[in-house]
């Protein structure tokens, strides 16, 4: 198990409302990557947060946004929700002056859109 | 854009048998390629990576190997067993953002006992 958490493990929202996910990193991680995974694909970059600011950015429409925190847990929200953002959300954490190979992702938060 | 993806969705394997999950990727300026696991309900899970500069690399049961010419990666398990069994991408380090991963679609590795 890696240290990264996020809650909750799963939602269920109707469309067009608004939901935030969050992760904790874990220790001495400073960066902090989300990822949407629809069912039977790959994670899909999101865009990744870095000493509280957003560092790189997928091909997402701006209803997706988040924060990073001092202590480097993340939030990710989604505004007026549309059903094919139904998926798996995943968040990353690393630290900033490593590779990829630092990333470790948290179980995941199971959305539905209904 | 950088594309990474599986030439086969599933795979069957006798336990005890060899695995090889295969892979293509589009980038050929992509530096790092990484292997993961991922069991139902859970995030990936790291096995093993390998830098553009190397083209084989072994871990624990676990070998990856990269052909930078035809831009190919697979994944080889020795001596499968049941709890191999998952969904495995190979996920590409590239674009400007450090630490961002493109994934391909995943292979469904299943192993009989």
């Known amino acids: 198990e890696t240290g990264v958490t996020q809650s909750p493990t799963h939602l269920i929202k109707t469309r067009g409302q608004q939901v935030t996910l969050r992760c904790s990193s874990q220790s001495g991680h400073n960066t902090v990557s989300w990822y949407q995974q629809a069912l039977g694909q790959g994670p899909q970059f999101i865009f990744q947060y870095y000493r509280e600011e957003e560092n790189g950015r997928g091909n997402f429409p701006p209803r997706f946004s988040g924060l990073q925190f001092p202590n480097y847990s993340s939030e990710l929200n989604v505004n007026a929700l549309e059903l094919d953002d139904s998926a798996l959300y995943l968040c990353?954490?690393?630290?900033?002056?490593?590779?990829?190979?630092?990333?470790?992702f948290g179980p995941g938060t199971r959305l539905t859109v209904t | 854009g950088e594309s990474v993806g599986l030439h086969l969705p599933t795979l069957s394997v006798q336990e005890g048998d060899n695995s090889i999950i295969n892979c293509a990727y589009s980038?050929?300026?992509?530096?790092?390629f990484i292997w993961y696991k991922q069991e139902s309900g859970k995030g990936p899970q790291f096995i093993i990576d390998?830098?553009?500069?190397?083209d084989k690399r072994q871990g624990q049961r676990v070998t990856v190997l990269l052909n930078k010419t035809v831009k190919h990666l697979s994944l080889q398990i020795a001596a499968t067993q049941p709890g191999d069994s998952a969904v495995y991408f190979c996920a590409e380090e590239g674009g400007s953002t450090l630490g961002r991963l493109y994934f391909g679609r995943g292979t469904q590795l299943t192993v009989w006992p």
């Open positions: 980038n050929s300026a992509s530096d790092y």
């Open positions: 390998i830098r553009s500069n190397m």
């Open positions: 990353a954490s690393s630290a900033k002056d490593r590779s990829a190979y630092e990333q470790y």
